[in-house]
């Protein structure tokens, strides 16, 4: 039984307002967060659902139109949501594979297969080209580069704005100065913050705020 167009593109928003979530959190986050690829996965398949239905829909209708302009803008947040991740994998590789590296077992992977893969042979081709430009011709006791202190790490430091998305009481925020305390905040549901990324890292991790 086919499909109509209307109800692939119910599922289709579900999926897109996911897909939306994910990518704004991971082009405000100042570190690389879990990969959804499953989720990309899924929305790349309801787009070729919905290209299937809209080629056997009615010519004209103002609805294929509509359908075409939201593929095209789940297409541009789905490019540049992978954009983003190989920018940071770039940016901090060093750090990405030393944490993949040092992960617990069972914990899940920021990275799909495809990104450690990337992740790796960059860091392969960076060395080399380290190699021949540079180090062979230095002294042998100087022929080595140290990546995790020589690039610098996420800064984790940095403040973000962000909306709540359910409720959280006793939030520790650290203070930012010496001679400040410690002090605790609640969070309420639909507010929006501008504070400090690692205090609400966790959080972010679990879909309890999103970024803006």
């Not at 803008?73 to 940016?91: A, F």
């Not at 750090?95 to 042979?121: M, Y």
């Not at 042998?140 to 909306?163: E, G, H, I, M, T």
Request: glycine share 2%; charged share 30%.
């Amino acid at each position: 039984m086919e499909r109509s167009p209307c109800i692939v593109f119910r599922a289709f928003l579900i999926f897109q307002l996911v897909v939306f979530s994910a990518w704004m959190n991971e082009k405000f986050a100042p570190e690389l967060l879990e990969n959804k690829s499953e989720i990309v996965e899924c929305v790349m398949e309801q787009l070729e659902h919905m290209e299937e239905n809209l080629r056997r829909a009615k010519k004209g209708d103002l609805k294929v139109s509509i359908h075409r302009m939201e593929m095209e803008r789940i297409r541009y947040v789905l490019s540049s949501y992978l954009r983003c991740r190989l920018m940071k994998i770039e940016k901090f590789f060093p750090h990405i594979l030393e944490k993949e590296k040092t992960r617990p077992v069972g914990e899940p992977s920021i990275l799909s297969p495809e990104e450690f893969a990337f992740a790796k042979e960059y860091m392969d081709h960076t060395e080399t080209y380290f190699k021949n430009v540079a180090l062979k011709h230095m002294p042998p006791n100087l022929q080595k580069v140290d990546f995790l202190r020589a690039v610098p790490k996420p800064d984790l430091d940095s403040y973000v704005f962000l909306r709540v998305k359910e409720r959280q009481e006793n939030i520790l925020v650290e203070p930012e100065a010496d001679e400040q305390r410690d002090y605790v905040i609640d969070l309420e549901e639909g507010s929006q913050h501008l504070i400090r990324y690692k205090t609400i890292a966790p959080l972010v991790a679990s879909g309890a705020v999103q970024l803006i």
